[in-house]
């Protein structure tokens, strides 16, 4: 079987950084994502990992632990715009992509 | 390029109708994907494609549910008979290497 799990909600202030937190299990792992999705939108690509490390976007960091089956998304310099649920996303080597059940996060002023 | 396009946007329907959603692909996209959102289950893969032939159909619930993709410019994913539990935003997105994109989804409500 496959799982992704992460936490269901995150609560940050404005100007602060936050990290969400992923960690999966599933056969045949290629890479993790990140997406992000406004109430009533559509999620939109953020990040992608398929190697051990850091990828750094502006304000938005991604990491990845192959061996530990772990990842995470770091959000620098909360806006109020950041709020939305955010979602990792496995890609498996059939090419199929799984999602987890998504981060809501609420930001502070 | 104007994105994925999904249509229809809002469906509301009664129970035991059939239901039809249209996607059309970001062009040179070779893989093409569909999803439910519910608050319940997250956003389940339905089914997935790659240069127009279905890979893996394991998460279609049940066999009221139908897909195709003709060409790589359009795809249908069907609903025969339509009931409550259907229920859903169903999302097409389109993959160019690592990222998928979305399109605006269809609001499936089913009375």
């Known amino acids: 079987g496959q799982s992704l799990e992460q936490p269901s909600e995150v609560t940050a202030v404005e100007g602060a950084i936050v990290q969400i937190n992923c960690t999966y299990q599933?056969?045949?792992?290629?890479?993790l994502s990140w997406y992000q999705q406004h109430d009533g939108g559509a999620p939109t690509f953020l990040s992608y990992?398929?190697?051990?490390g850091l990828e750094e976007t502006g304000r938005f960091s991604s990491f990845l632990s192959r061996s530990d089956s772990y990842g995470y998304l770091l959000l620098q310099e909360l806006q109020m715009k950041d709020s939305a649920s955010y979602f990792c996303?496995?890609?498996?080597?059939?090419?199929?992509?799984?999602f987890g059940k998504g981060t809501r996060l609420h930001i502070l002023p | 390029d104007a994105g994925v396009i999904q249509s229809p946007r809002h469906e509301v329907t009664e129970m035991g109708q059939e239901v039809t959603l249209r996607c059309k692909p970001i062009?040179?996209?070779?893989?093409l994907f569909w999803y439910r959102q519910t608050m319940m289950r997250g956003l389940e893969l339905l089914i997935y494609?790659?240069?127009?032939?279905?890979?893996?159909d394991s998460g279609m619930p049940e066999d009221r549910f139908s897909a195709k993709m003709p060409n790589a410019s359009f795809s249908t994913l069907k609903i025969q008979p339509s009931e409550p539990r259907d229920s859903a935003v169903y999302f097409c997105?389109?993959?160019?290497?690592?990222?998928?994109?979305f399109g605006e989804g269809s609001r499936l409500t089913v009375l």
């Open positions: 062009s040179g996209h070779d893989y």
């Open positions: 990992n398929a190697l051990d």
């Open positions: 599933t056969s045949g792992f290629y890479g």
């Open positions: 996303a496995v890609k498996r080597r059939d090419d199929k992509i799984i």
């Open positions: 997105a389109s993959r160019s290497l690592g990222e998928l994109f």
């Open positions: 494609f790659n240069n127009n032939v279905p890979i893996d």
